[in-house]
């Protein structure tokens, strides 16, 4: 990727973790995960990023759930957003996200590329605020590489650090993953690489060639990332999943407004936000012509 390149600018509507009392504008309904859709359009999203809830809040890994929230986002939007559904979780066997893969065929779906401690540190009252291990052995990272080429689902391959970048290779020399890829470098989880422009310009020296990649930057360090990326030639996250806070250190009241900074930032620098039409192209989909769902 160059500079000259278009930025596919993705949201990551609400994440599974945080709540409305951290963060008031967090959807919840598929009603207001349309509203946000809306938002995230208007500012120059192309690409959202959907982890399912229940009307009161609670993750869902249910196909009714990800069937209403994902049907509410096309009919409010139609086709001017690439939807991309969450596989990563602990604990829901892969079967169940298999079944939500096949129930409603979206066309980005990502896929944790390994696994991995997965944290966070208080450094107040010096502890960690909770601590897990992320399984992503590879013999399910096949099992859901299989089904996403199945159903003609391009994988979106989120490295949590420099080796997970590396977990790509074995599995392009296996045949079951096709290239081009698409790569996301996740930096700032506690457990994963530390959120620094050097180590996202490591990762990326590692990304096969050829491949779409950009940066998920976790909490406050994503604005610092988002520069680094679109100066190295990337693309773009950003969301309430992500990071609650706009770089003055205001709340977000939308996730409209952290993808109109973000929007700023690429023209700031230079760039363009691609269109959605772009934005396919770049990832190697198709053009939209229908759904399942």
């Known amino acids: 990727m160059s500079l000259d390149d278009p930025v596919v600018i993705t949201c990551s509507i609400s994440g599974a973790i945080a709540n409305r009392e951290q963060c008031p504008a967090i959807p919840y309904t598929p009603g207001e995960y349309a509203a946000e859709a809306r938002r995230i359009v208007d ?124 977990s790509l290779a074995p599995l392009i020399d296996m045949g079951v993953l096709h290239q081009p890829l698409h790569v996301d470098c996740v930096m700032g989880v506690v457990g994963g690489i530390p959120p620094t422009a050097r180590n996202l310009a490591a990762m990326v020296d590692n990304i096969p060639a050829g491949s779409h990649w950009g940066v998920i930057g976790i ?47 690429t023209e700031d620098v230079g760039r363009r936000p691609a269109t959605v039409q772009e934005a396919r192209a770049m990832l190697n989909i198709p053009q939209r012509v229908g759904s399942a769902v």
Request: charged share 25%; with cysteine; proline share 4%.
């Open 43 to 166: 500012e120059g999203g192309v690409m959202i990023h959907i982890h399912a809830r229940k009307p009161d809040g609670t993750p869902s890994y249910e196909v009714e759930d990800f069937a209403a929230i994902t049907q509410a986002i096309r009919e409010e939007v139609g086709e001017e957003v690439i939807v991309n559904y969450s596989t990563g979780t602990i604990g829901v066997p892969v079967a169940k996200r298999v079944e939500y893969l096949r129930a409603c065929r979206p066309e980005v779906a990502a896929l944790n590329m390994g696994s991995m401690n997965y944290a966070k540190y208080s450094r107040t009252r010096k502890q960690f605020v909770f601590d897990m291990v992320f399984a992503n052995p590879f013999q399910e990272i096949i099992e859901l590489l299989e089904a996403m080429n199945e159903l003609g689902i391009k994988p979106e391959h989120e490295c949590f650090d420099l080796g997970h970048v590396g």
């Open 219 to 265: 909490s406050r360090d994503q604005w610092m990332l988002i520069g680094a990326a679109l100066s190295l030639g990337g693309s773009i996250r950003v969301g309430l999943e992500d990071n609650l806070y706009l770089p003055d250190g205001r709340m977000a009241g939308s996730n409209g407004e952290l993808i109109a900074k973000a929007r700023q930032m």
